[in-house]
């Protein structure tokens, strides 16, 4: 068997040299498993663990894996197998990318079933979950089941943050391969952004270095403006900040962009479920007992539109998300300034506003700010209220 040179589907996997040469080699060990050759202890396992931060790549890597895993080739990148697991139509291959704040045990359990059949059409039945961390309890069990019980020709790759309890189950852990990621360099982001997206080089390595190394953010400030707009607008609060009355207009603010963004983001896909909905269910239908079965179709609507607001919540928490994110790479840099390290700053293109501010505060005060943003972070992922969290963290940042 021919195994693909990397980086072949590794090509968008950027600065995670160690991890792809480890699902390389996995990959060329399942494809001689499933030539009847031997298989050397440790190259492959069923269940996949990939952790690191937000931007780091997880989901792509695990994509990317699955395509070499149904590849003849290990991965080549340019087969029909290759092109429709990166597509996600692979027929053997189910993505399972949370649209609201937690994945089902329902969800969960029609896909283990599915899971345990043999591969329809592809060497192996794959199941990819993207935010792993996101499993209800109940969903979480029914997986662990299946990672205990694996058929022989099925894998489960699971993305999550971390390892950690907190994350992913103690037991679902233990019975997977860890892969851990970390957020590429600057450089490594500023060049896929180049290669893949044709960016020149000034507006890639602004758009790598405001986004610190997350590659759909950096391609999203250096192509949107709307994106550009929001960061200008959160990098704009600190100095909004004068008394308690421009704290809550600044939450305020803050808090209706991501209401604004999540509808913007949500609102054309919810209305063309809806309307698929409807017509599936015989909505403007005239003849006999149309009436009576649009009557029952109420319950049905409602659980769409149940799904939807939970949607719109996750977009929302996630826009908030990454405004924390930028508010506290700010205030890092403030402090960088202010301690006179060696660093590059994060907002590369606001460093006037970072040295006036570092010439204000003491470095005490500078970090209680850093440690506000990130407990706020932490307060929005245990479903407070944000308008209660953000407006506490004005506050905070207000007095320092």
């Known amino acids: 068997m021919t195994v693909a040179l990397v980086p072949g589907v590794f090509a968008d996997v950027v600065g995670q040299d160690e991890a792809v040469a480890v699902l390389a080699r996995a990959a060329a060990a399942a494809g001689r498993i499933v030539a009847g050759e031997p298989v050397p202890p440790g190259e492959m396992t069923h269940a996949w ?16 894996f699955a395509a070499a895993l149904q590849c003849p080739r290990g991965g080549c990148g340019e087969c029909n197998e290759c092109h429709t697991t990166l597509a996600g139509t692979h027929a053997d291959v189910r993505i399972v990318a949370p649209e609201g704040l937690t994945i089902g045990v329902n969800e969960m359990r029609a896909l283990v079933l599915r899971a345990a059949s043999s591969p329809s059409g592809g060497r192996w039945q794959v199941v990819l979950i993207e935010d792993a961390d996101r499993l209800h309890e109940r ?22 943050p971390s390892a950690h309890p907190d994350d992913i189950s103690v037991t679902i852990r ?8 970390r957020n590429p360099s600057a450089e490594a982001v500023a060049g896929l952004l180049m290669r893949r997206n044709g960016l020149d080089e000034t507006t ?3 758009a790598a270095a405001v ?23 959160v990098l704009a609060v600190p100095r909004s900040l004068t008394n308690i009355s421009a704290c809550y207009a600044a939450a305020g603010a803050l ?5 604004e963004e999540a509808t913007a983001a949500t609102e054309a896909q919810n209305a063309a479920e809806k309307a698929d909905l409807e017509r599936a269910l015989g909505a ?8 009576a079965a649009t009557r029952g179709t109420v319950g049905q609507i409602k659980d769409l539109e149940r799904k939807q607001k939970n949607r719109a919540t996750r977009v929302q928490r996630d826009a908030l998300d990454r405004a924390l994110v930028d508010l506290a790479a700010f205030y890092r840099d403030v402090l960088m300034v202010r301690l006179g390290a060696a660093v590059p700053l994060v907002h590369v293109d606001i460093a006037e506003m970072v040295q006036a501010a570092a010439a204000r505060w ?16 932490s307060a929005l992922e245990e479903n407070v209220k944000p308008q209660i969290a953000i407006e506490a963290l004005m506050v905070t940042l207000l007095e320092g």
């Open 49 to 64: 663990l990939f952790t690191g931060p937000p931007g780091s790549g997880r989901s792509v890597a695990a994509r990317a």
């Open 139 to 160: 969903a979480s069990n029914a997986l662990l089941k299946a990672v205990e019980e694996p058929t022989d020709r099925t894998v489960f790759l699971l993305c999550a």
């Open 174 to 181: 233990s019975r997977s391969r860890l892969v851990p990621l």
């Open 204 to 206: 890639a390595r602004w």
């Open 211 to 233: 986004s610190q190394g997350h590659v759909g953010r950096a391609l999203r400030l250096a192509t949107d403006p709307d994106a550009q707009a929001r960061r200008r607008a």
């Open 255 to 259: 808090i209706q962009a991501s209401v």
């Open 284 to 291: 403007g239908g005239t003849g006999k007992g149309a009436a």
């Open 362 to 377: 003491e470095p005490e005060a500078i970090l209680r700010r850093i440690e506000a943003v990130l407990r706020c972070r």
